[in-house]
């Protein structure tokens, strides 16, 4: 059965395409235990993230941790939406990870599935267990790196069709190699543009990531942009393994608004 007659249409929580309009990109900051979610809460994020940096790309934060930024985001009656990072597709077998309330957002990477005829049907596959095993249908986000041949992923282009086909809730473009890649060394500013058309078109948001600097603002298309998400560069030192830094989130908040405003 191929994959665009088995579309994914289970989600919940409001679409990020259904939030209200801020006048610039929503700031998602990625955080790895609760203390950080509530100096994120605080900051003013617009989407609060979960991973474990240690991990890779998108590590996957442990079931306590789980359990304790979703206490953390209940204690602060935040309507926010929250998401986790899930790891990589090869990493689950039938291992099938549970995504506590309030969190109404998940992506999981498809490193080392270039070439393989069935990671579409693995990608179906992985998020309907996922979604059986919650309380409620999640709303997927559909996850590309930009530096795919690295990470032996397929190319943006062809996730971002299989995410229009399965009823994905967004499209985020990120690099797998957190080391010396960043976002504009491995994306040309056309060819993001031309993906970013085409997430339009579908009224699909897009969200890029991947090591970005404040400099990246003045290169990036921010009016067709709906979300910048970032966990380095709010990070001491921007070294994503340490503590986040609640100036360096409003200044990146500050710096959004001032981009938007004068573009």
């Not at 509530?38 to 989407?47: F, P, R, T």
């Not at 309507?79 to 998940?106: C, K, N, Q, V, W």
């Not at 086909?165 to 473009?173: I, K, R, V, Y």
Request: aromatic share 6%; net charge negative.
């Amino acid at each position: 059965m191929s994959i665009s007659s088995q579309p994914i249409l289970g989600s919940t929580g409001p679409s990020l395409s259904r939030l209200p309009f801020l006048g610039r990109p929503r700031l998602l900051v990625s955080v790895r235990n609760a203390a950080e979610a509530s100096l994120a809460l605080l900051a003013g994020v617009d989407i609060l993230d979960v991973k474990e940096p240690s991990q890779g790309s998108l590590g996957l934060a442990s079931p306590e941790i789980l359990a304790e930024i979703s206490g953390t985001a209940l204690s602060h009656s935040t309507t926010i939406p929250l998401s986790a990072a899930l790891g990589e597709l090869s990493d689950h077998a039938e291992h099938y990870p549970t995504l506590p309330r309030p969190f109404t957002y998940a992506k999981v990477g498809l490193q080392g599935c270039a070439g393989q005829p069935d990671w579409e049907e693995r990608w179906c596959r992985f998020r309907e267990q996922v979604d059986a095993r919650g309380q409620q249908p999640l709303n997927w986000v559909a996850v590309s790196y930009v530096d795919a041949q690295s990470a032996a992923a397929p190319h943006p282009e062809e996730i971002l069709e299989q995410a229009l086909q399965t009823n994905c809730s967004a499209f985020l473009m990120d690099t797998w190699s957190k080391q010396g890649c960043r976002f504009q060394n491995a994306m040309s500013l056309t060819r993001l543009q031309q993906i970013a058309q085409t997430c339009r078109q579908h009224q699909l948001p897009l969200a890029v990531a991947g090591r970005l600097q404040f400099s990246d603002l003045d290169w990036l298309p921010l009016d067709q942009i709906d979300i910048v998400a970032i966990r380095s560069a709010v990070c001491d030192g921007e070294t994503r393994t340490n503590p986040i830094n609640v100036s360096k989130i409003q200044q990146w908040r500050d710096a959004l608004a001032k981009s938007t405003s004068s573009s």
